[in-house]
T-cell receptor, first 113, second 111 residues
Framework: AQKVTQAQTEISVVEKEDVTLDCVYETRDTTYYLFWYKQPPSGELVFLIRRNSFDEQNEISGRYSWNFQKSTSSFNFTITASQVVDSAVYFCALGNRDDKIIFGKGTRLHILP | KAGVTQTPRYLIKTRGQQVTLSCSPISGHRSVSWYQQTPGQGLQFLFEYFSETQRNKGNFPGRFSGRQFSNSRSEMNVSTLELGDSALYLC??????????FGPGTRLTVL
């Protein structure tokens, strides 16, 4: 069975602090994909990143970075120098080759000015 | 390129009624997936269509159904609405495996 766990339900940090959102996944597939999505108050899910199971390279995109570790089945997301506009619900997700994606429960991030 | 569009954006129905939601994918995308989002259950996969065929299905009762047309547009239908069907229904389209782009959702309220 596939499962995604985002243990942090809600996080609050002060603007400019760094924050890491945790994601742990379970799957028996050898080929799988990991995602992060952002859901701002408007409700639309915004795609942030996709990683496939064969690519453990960490990725940095501006203030965002992702740490993929197969050994611990984790795909953590770090926001550096957080801004108020980063306030949103962030979802980690796991997919296989069939386009069926399982989402975690999400982490609600509050960036306080 | 225009994004995924969903209509209507908001809907209010009463128990026992049925509802049809529509999703237009990004041009060129052939896969359309539907999700239900509720505060209690989070985001749950309903079904996925590819080239007019249902390819994947989540664990929802038969009251939830969908279809896809030859132009890749998709509809989902919920019959005999229950209070618990109140949710945000999200549609996503994709071209390559799993790179899904989501629409703004349809917020359904069942009274």
């Amino acid at each position: 069975a596939q499962k995604v766990t985002q243990a942090q339900t809600e996080i609050s940090v002060v603007e400019k602090e760094d924050v890491t959102l945790d994601c742990v996944y379970e799957t028996r597939d050898t080929t799988y994909y990991l995602f992060w999505y952002k859901q701002p108050p408007s409700g639309e899910l915004v795609f942030l990143i996709r990683r496939n199971s064969f690519d453990e390279q960490n990725e940095i995109s501006g203030r965002y970075s992702w740490n993929f570790q197969k050994s611990t089945s984790s795909f953590n997301f770090t926001i550096t120098a957080s801004q108020v506009v980063d306030s949103a619900v962030y979802f980690c997700a796991l997919g296989n080759r069939d386009d069926k994606i399982i989402f975690g429960k999400g982490t609600r991030l509050h960036i306080l000015p | 390129k225009a994004g995924v569009t969903q209509t209507p954006r908001y809907l209010i129905k009463t128990r026992g009624q049925q509802v049809t939601l529509s999703c237009s994918p990004i041009s060129g995308h052939r896969s359309v997936s539907w999700y239900q989002q509720t505060p209690g259950q989070g985001l749950q996969f309903l079904f996925e269509y590819f080239s007019e065929t249902q390819r994947n299905k989540g664990n929802f009762p038969g009251r939830f159904s969908g279809r896809q047309f030859s132009n890749s547009r998709s509809e989902m239908n919920v019959s005999t609405l229950e209070l618990g069907d109140s949710a945000l229904y999200l549609c996503a389209s994709s071209w390559v495996y799993n790179e899904q782009f989501f629409g703004p959702g349809t917020r359904l309220t069942v009274l």
